[in-house]
């Protein structure tokens, strides 16, 4: 919880700041919210469309959210 609320005040802080969004998505994933993963990752393509990582990770997001 406290590791979630600093992200989340360093991305009001930075919007762009990719790793606290790669945070955040890990948290969610941990706590099988795909659908905060998702809207995780989306913010880190969008700043770097090559970041292959966060592109796998956002696929399995997403098919872990259609399966329920």
């Known amino acids: 919880a406290e590791a979630e609320q600093e ?3 360093a ?3 930075a919007p ?3 790793e606290a969004h790669r945070g955040l998505a ?3 994933e941990a706590a099988g919210d795909w659908q905060a993963a998702v809207s995780e ?3 880190i393509l969008a700043w770097n469309p090559n970041d292959q990582d966060a592109k796998q990770q956002l696929a ?3 098919a872990q959210r259609n399966d329920k």
């Open 26 to 28: 890990t948290l969610a």
């Open 7 to 9: 992200l989340r005040q």
């Open 60 to 62: 399995k997001a997403l």
């Open 41 to 43: 990752y989306r913010p």
């Open 16 to 18: 762009s700041l990719i």
């Open 11 to 13: 991305l009001h802080l």
